[in-house]
C-alpha cells in the first residue's frame, strides 16, 4: 500500500474544517511521519507554514492521539528548555494503514497453523524477493558505496509509500555510515505477529546494499521509525582475498635428498 493523497491519511475528514486546512495538516502530519522526531521550527522551514500555524495544526493532531511529543535525553548548554520533537503515535500509523491488515494477519495466521512457520517465512521472503527485483537496477546503478547505495533504496522505497530517509553518521569528524530510516511501514501490524517480514526484508538490504546492515529499531516493536545501519564499508561489496602465508622457495637441487656418494 503506498501513501496516497487522500485528506483523510492522518484521520478521518471533519466537514466542519475548510478543505485548505485539512490539506495542510495532512502535510504536517506526513512531514511528521517522514522525518520526525521533528521541531515545529523545522516543520515551518520544511513546509514554508509559520511557526504559528505549524504549532496551530501540531494541537490538533496531539488532541486526535495521531502525533506525540518524542521524549529523548538531550545534553545541551545554554538556558531553557530544549524544543519539543515530535513524532507519529500508533495510532497516526495505523490512520494510514490498510484496512485490510486485519484479514492479512488472519491468513497469515491460517497459514502458519496448516503449513507451519517456515510456509509464513517463504512467503515473506517471496515478498521481499519482489521488492529487492523492482529496487535492484535503481541501487545497482548508484555505484560500489553503501552510502549511495542506500540513498538510492531510500529514493525507491519512499515512491512505494514508505516515506524512508537516510541520516549521516560521524564519530567526531569520522564517517562511520549512514542510518536508513522508513518512517511508515505498510505491512506494520502483520510484522508485528510475524517478525519473518522484518528478517526477510534487512537481509534483502544486506544484498541491495553489499554491506552486512543491522535493524536497530522497527515500527512493528513500538518505535516511532525503523532504522538500518549502513557500515561505511565499500570493501564489503568486494570481498578482498585473504593473503596466504609466504612459503620458503624450493629449487630442484634442494627438493631432492642428496645422493651419497661411495668410495
Do not use: W
Amino acid at each position: 500500500m503506498k501513501i496516497d493523497g487522500s485528506l483523510a491519511a492522518c484521520g478521518p475528514v471533519d466537514p466542519a474544517v475548510p478543505e485548505s486546512e485539512e490539506r495542510t495538516r495532512d502535510r504536517v502530519c506526513r512531514e511528521v511521519l517522514q522525518n520526525g522526531p521533528v521541531t515545529a521550527a523545522q516543520l515551518a522551514a520544511a513546509l514554508s507554514l509559520t511557526p504559528a500555524a505549524v504549532r496551530r495544526h501540531l494541537d490538533v493532531l496531539t488532541d486526535k492521539g495521531l502525533v506525540a511529543t518524542h521524549e529523548v535525553p538531550v545534553l545541551h548548554r545554554g538556558r531553557g528548555r530544549p524544543a519539543r520533537r515530535f513524532v507519529l503515535t500508533p495510532a497516526g500509523h495505523a490512520a494510514m494503514s490498510s484496512a485490510y491488515d486485519d484479514l492479512a494477519a488472519a491468513a497469515l495466521a491460517f497459514l502458519a497453523d496448516v503449513a507451519g512457520e517456515d510456509a509464513v517465512r517463504r512467503f515473506a521472503e517471496a515478498r521481499v524477493a519482489d521488492l529487492e527485483t523492482r529496487y535492484g537496477a535503481a541501487v545497482g546503478a548508484a555505484g560500489q558505496s553503501p552510502t549511495h547505495r542506500a540513498e538510492a533504496l531510500a529514493a525507491a522505497l519512499t515512491a512505494d509509500g514508505y516515506a524512508a530517509s537516510t541520516r549521516s553518521l560521524t564519530v567526531g569528524a569520522r564517517h562511520i555510515g549512514i542510518q536508513l530510516c522508513q518512517g511508515h511501514c505498510p505491512v506494520q501490524r502483520v510484522a508485528a505477529q510475524f517478525p519473518q517480514f522484518c528478517e526477510a526484508e534487512t537481509e534483502a538490504f544486506s544484498r541491495l546494499l553489499g554491506a552486512h546492515v543491522q535493524r536497530l529499531a522497527t515500527l512493528a516493536h513500538g518505535e516511532h521509525v525503523c532504522t538500518t545501519l549502513v557500515p561505511d564499508l565499500p570493501s564489503l561489496s568486494t570481498p578482498q582475498s585473504t593473503p596466504q602465508p609466504t612459503r620458503p622457495s624450493t629449487s630442484p637441487s634442494t627438493s631432492r635428498p642428496q645422493e651419497r656418494t661411495h668410495p
